[in-house]
């Protein structure tokens, strides 16, 4: 059986490609939609995406993923540092929930450092643009065992 992973995208990611270019880089969340789709299916996982400016979406769709997701990769944006309520959400998930920022949110202002977030997420992914929703699927699919056995070793396995 596949693997299913929700990937859930939070307020203003709707913008990216071109709010704050400089920060967030030019690509857009569809295009990262259709990435994420390709890499998917290359390793035989299923995918839910969602994008949601509206933190009780967010919340409907972690608690859906309890019936629907094997793993949730969240990108919460604004609300990773405001959130009790989506905390208490992924807290009560089962699976691994993966944190990811596309900029490395410790090297920003005060205000964007402290994900509440990182205190229920099995995986923080900070930096590397967007690129990093690939590493996060990437990781989703190995805390599964969910990788092909087609896949080079480091990819599937890591070092020993």
Not at 17 to 23: A, F, Q, S, V
Request: charge should be positive.
């Amino acid at each position: 059986m596949p693997i299913r992973v929700m990937i859930l995208n939070g307020p203003n990611l709707n913008q990216l490609g071109t709010r704050e270019p400089h920060i967030y880089g030019k690509v857009t969340l569809p295009a990262i939609e259709a990435s994420c789709r390709q890499f998917a299916e290359s390793i035989g996982a299923s995918l839910a995406f969602h994008q949601s400016n509206d933190e009780g979406a967010l919340i409907e769709w972690v608690q859906a993923a309890r019936r629907e997701a094997d793993a949730i990769i969240i990108n919460p944006a604004g609300l990773s540092f405001t959130s009790v309520a989506l905390v208490d959400a992924l807290a009560a998930f089962p699976g691994p929930v993966i944190e990811l920022h596309i900029s490395n949110i410790h090297a920003r202002d005060p205000l964007h450092r402290h994900s509440r977030i990182s205190a229920v997420a099995k995986v923080v992914i900070c930096g590397l643009g967007a690129y990093g929703y690939i590493v996060a699927l990437l990781s989703a699919a190995r805390l599964l065992n969910g990788l092909p056995k087609t896949l080079p070793a480091p990819l599937r396995i890591g070092p020993k």
